[in-house]
Each structure stands twice: as structure tokens, then as C-alpha cells.
């Protein structure tokens, strides 16, 4: 979506607080660029409902009647173009106990760049730019920092993780989440409520949550299936006489008395 090839222009948030900003209804765009500026530029923590919540950068978490009542749309036409930006790739959307957007190419719009002044005699700018020669030797000097014939190794970003359960206390990846909802329709939101309540209870932590929940699902249907195969068992020792009508007519007159 961000074609950094036509160039860019800052936008400071103040511009939120202008009376031209704040004509409302909001056009389309001027609800997207809205979220670029009010995304958070850094990792923060922010208390909901008493309790604190971490979220990463380039991440918007307001609901939608606020996001409604800020352009002057219904919340109708906020969770349609909410779905439309989802569609096409541009958010990521989760909701919980409150709705968190990613915005999927936000660092794209932050990009950093060296500041160039060009003087004209007709014009007093300031224009921002990025050099491929700057950048080369940008580049060179972390190159011959770390290792003159190899390329210095980054650290892997960790995909981030979002809260839920009933104490808000189960860490899972968008991908996870899809997985065990893919995978375990019927069982994955009881025992990650399970998981939840057990953490909140015993304080007891887990490298890995995703791997925690699989493996008790997996241990429920396998105690499942045993249980079943031991009532089969136990029915098939009670039908194992077939009775005929004779059988039946001396049962009968034993009852009674008769020989």
C-alpha cells in the first residue's frame, strides 16, 4: 500500500486540533491518515478496566462508538470500512475485551530519513531525503563494525501476542489463535479458559501457552476415548447371553412357582 517511490510529507498530530481537521463527517482517507497519526509511535502500556496492557507500536486501540462519535460516522460505517481495511491487508484487528488495530505498514510511514536543505531564490523549504549513498555507507560502516566478509545478524522479531482468556493471562499469536480455532473448534476457548483459571490460581508460568493448550486438548480426548472404550467393554459383558423365547417362558413360570 505504501508506495515510498512518489515520496511523502510529514504530518504532525497537532493538526488533529484544527478546526479544518475537525470538520466532520470524515472523508474515507481522512479516517485512514486519522489512524496513521493517532497509531502509538512506541511500545506502551496502558491500564483497561484496572488492569495493564501492553501494546506495540503502530497500534491504535480505541472502539469502535469512539472511533464513530471522532469522524462523525455511525458505528455502522466504521465496522464496514474497519472490515474493508481488513480485507485488503492494510489492519490487523483484535478483538477482545477491548479492539486493538494493527496498522500492517505503519513503520513504512515512520520511515527515517536524512534531512537535506535546499535553498531556492523564490522559496524557503525544507525538503526530506533519503541517498542511496547514504545509505551505502550506512550500510559499509555496520559491515566492517561487526565482520569485514559477513553480513552482521539481526534479531528475529517476535510476533506479538495478545491477551485473552477470563484473567486476560493467555499469550497467543494471530496465527495461533487461527489455528486453534481451526483445528479445535469445539474444545480450543474452554480450556484456554482452563489455562487461565489454573495460571490465576496457582501463579504457575508457561514458556509457550499455544503448545500447553494442544497438548491438554489432546490429553482430554484421549481420556475421552478410554472412558468410552471401558463402557463399551463393561455393556458387552452384560449382553454377552442371548436369551430365546423358551429361556423366557421358564423364567417366567419360576417366578410363579410352577414346575
Known sequence: ??????????????????????????????????????????????????????FEKGTVSMSQRKLADRWGWSRAKVIRFMHDLETTGMIEKQTMDYTIINLVNWDKFQVERTKKKTTDETTDETTDETTDETLNNNYTTIINKYNKSEEPTL????PYKHQTGKYNNVYLTNEEAAKLMKEYPDECQKVIEKLSEYISITGKKYENHYAVIVKWIREDKERAKQVSSQKKSQNGAYQGRQYTEEDYIRMEREALGIT
Open 1 to 54: 500500500m505504501a508506495n515510498t517511490s512518489k515520496g511523502w510529507a510529514a504530518i504532525y498530530r497537532s493538526i488533529q486540533e484544527c478546526w479544518v481537521w475537525n470538520d466532520k463527517p470524515f472523508s474515507k482517507g481522512q479516517a485512514w491518515i486519522d489512524l496513521i497519526i493517532t497509531a502509538n509511535h512506541e511500545d506502551v502500556i496502558k491500564t483497561i478496566k484496572g488492569r495493564p496492557h501492553r
Open 155 to 158: 534479531p528475529e522479531l517476535k
